[in-house]
């Protein structure tokens, strides 16, 4: 059971300040508590069915306010399909359920029960598109006050495609571009709900804000804040089972001053009733957007309401490696700080979870790995590294090896860098040879035009008398040095400036795979690049 304790309390406190004549009359009608707890039913108010079975969920909760009063039991869900008749059927395969006709009885015999039901709902073969009737749902128990709900169902389901967008390439820097999109109701029934149609987009791109039906948003990213933006468009003209539909007026976005290579995520959805569609917190202040019938071939469509297009900007971005080494306190260890440095005038971003770049590490002969500083989690300026396992396979790290692999986990703005940190030890005849860390491009496939190549790679070398350098600072650098963990691990707090994302999977031994990359040393890096992992949601 639930106990909403301080949910709405300040909301009802200020309602009764509002309503009461003064702090008297407050003190003297206090809300009288409640003797048992009351349901609450959480189920979709719509359903579209077809002669498919279409699979159902609805759960309920009980809340006692937090006045700690008896838990119900033999919670009971009642399924009324009884209006369904010559409209659809219901199946209930729950062993808490039994069906009498088309009223199924579902009964919680102890607490350690779900407090919901999965069933399906499947329309009768002889029922007309677009027949309808009513689900009723009742919730009750012993020490409880229940609760009733209901879903109108609808014989026929509507089925949003859209149409591909075809990549831009060679965009000029500032230029203006057009997005047109087009939409397909492959489903038997017209749309009767809201249409959805949102863009998400990471790399730099402005959308311009003209529409009303629109809202507009931007990303959170405190390091570039333009690289990412998104668009919400909300329909309420029903489209038509067959019809193909367009904008009545493309998107239009300018090409930022740091796009290589823009990504966009692009989707059409049917909005249930009651559902807030969220989106960016400005709206547009033109005319609205509609959707109107197409015309000519078009681009042809995708598979399903999803899509994804590129825009390619006539720029690069010069990726370099940096190699910094400092002795520790015990004789024969010592901290190496790499860094990959995006030197503009591009920023880097990837593609969903795939590495657009990574830095290749081989220490000298002699030498081994003892730790890799690094924390999960969002803030941490710190990036990870994995185990070389050989023929383009990776493990979790592990200490006592010389080949790493160190996936940039984010993507790195323009003018910026990523930070990597291993702990190293002589292992034995250590005679001052020198390690190499190298970019080499990852499976994202996004080019870069890297102008200088000479920078991909940087030496280094392990002394007794190695000077304590200080590496080039950037917004993704510490301010501090983070100390080894028994477990190859560390504890850090970081001071540079949070870049939001996530890290790659792996495989090899462990359950993570990271790339497929060009065999070390046989590349000469005319194209390197970073990582993004793209925070979508943030954009909204």
């Known amino acids: 059971m639930t106990s909403l304790r301080t949910v709405l309390g300040a909301a009802l406190t200020a309602v009764v300040l509002a309503l009461a004549p003064g702090s008297a009359a407050l003190a003297a009608s206090p809300s ?8 609450v039913i959480e189920a979709d108010a719509q359903l579209n069915v ?57 009964v919680d015999e102890d607490e350690s029960q779900p407090p919901y039901v999965d069933f399906t709902v499947r329309a009768d073969p002889g029922a007309a598109l677009g027949a309808t009737g009513t689900l009723k749902y009742t919730v009750s128990a012993e020490h409880g006050t229940g609760a009733t709900a209901q879903a109108k169902v609808v014989v026929g389901v509507p089925e949003l495609t859209v149409g591909k967008v075809p990549d831009v390439t060679h965009a000029r820097i500032g230029s203006r571009i057009e997005l047109p999109l087009r939409l397909r109701n492959t489903g038997d029934l017209a749309t009767d709900r ?39 468009c909300i329909f309420t003209a029903p489209v038509a089972a067959g019809a193909t539909v367009e904008l009545s007026s493309p998107l239009t976005a300018t090409v930022g001053p740091h796009v290589l290579t823009a990504v966009t995520d692009y989707s059409a959805e049917l909005l249930k009733p009651g559902v807030d569609p969220g989106g960016g917190a400005d709206r547009g202040t033109g005319p609205e957007l509609t959707l109107v019938p197409a015309s000519g071939s078009g681009d042809g469509f995708e598979s399903g309401a999803t899509g994804r297009f590129r825009v390619s900007a006539d720029s ?47 220490l000298p002969k002699g030498t081994v790995a003892t730790g890799n500083a690094f924390e999960e989690g969002e803030d941490t300026p710190y990036g990870e590294c994995f185990l070389w396992a050989g023929n383009g396979r990776t493990a979790p790290f592990a200490a006592g090896h010389r080949h790493y692999v160190c996936p940039v986990p984010r993507g790195v703005a323009a003018g910026h860098s990523q930070l990597f940190v291993l702990w190293v030890k002589a292992a034995k005849d250590y005679s001052g040879a020198r390690g190499t860390a190298t970019v080499l491009p990852g499976p994202a496939g996004i080019p870069l035009h890297d102008p200088d190549s000479a920078n991909d790679s940087a030496t ?23 100390s080894p963990g028994a477990s190859g691990g560390t504890s850090v707090t970081p001071s540079a400036t949070p870049v939001p994302g996530g890290t790659l999977p792996h495989t090899g031994s462990g359950p993570m795979a990271l790339v497929a990359i060009a065999a070390a040393g046989a590349v000469a890096l005319g194209s390197a690049a970073l990582l993004v992992a793209r925070r979508r949601r943030n954009s909204r």
């Not at 987009?201 to 998104?230: H, M, W």
Request: proline fraction near 8%; charged fraction near 15%.
């Open 32 to 39: 009288p508590s409640p003797t048992q707890a009351h349901a």
């Open 50 to 106: 077809g002669t498919t079975a279409q699979p159902v969920h609805v759960g309920w909760q009980f809340y006692d306010g937090g006045a700690n009063v008896p838990v119900p039991t033999h919670q009971t869900l009642v399924i009324d399909a009884r209006d369904l008749a010559g409209v659809a059927a219901v199946t209930a395969d729950d062993p808490r359920c039994t069906a009498a006709g088309q009223v199924v009885t579902c």
């Open 194 to 232: 809201r249409i959805m149609l949102r863009w998400e987009e990471v790399g730099g791109l402005a959308f311009d804000r003209k529409f009303s039906n629109c809202t507009y948003g931007d990303g959170d990213d405190p390091v570039e804040p333009g690289s990412q933006a998104s668009v919400t």
């Open 316 to 362: 690069s971005a010069d990726l370099a490696a940096t190699a910094a080494v400092t002795p520790r306190r015990t004789g024969g260890e010592w901290t190496l700080t790499l860094n990959a440095v995006n030197h503009g005038p591009a920023s880097a971003y990837g593609v969903g979870n795939k590495a657009v770049a990574l830095v290749d590490v081989v």
């Open 460 to 482: 280094f070398a392990f002394t007794a008398s190695t000077a304590s350098p200080t590496p080039s600072r950037s917004a993704s650098s510490p301010g501090t040095s983070p």
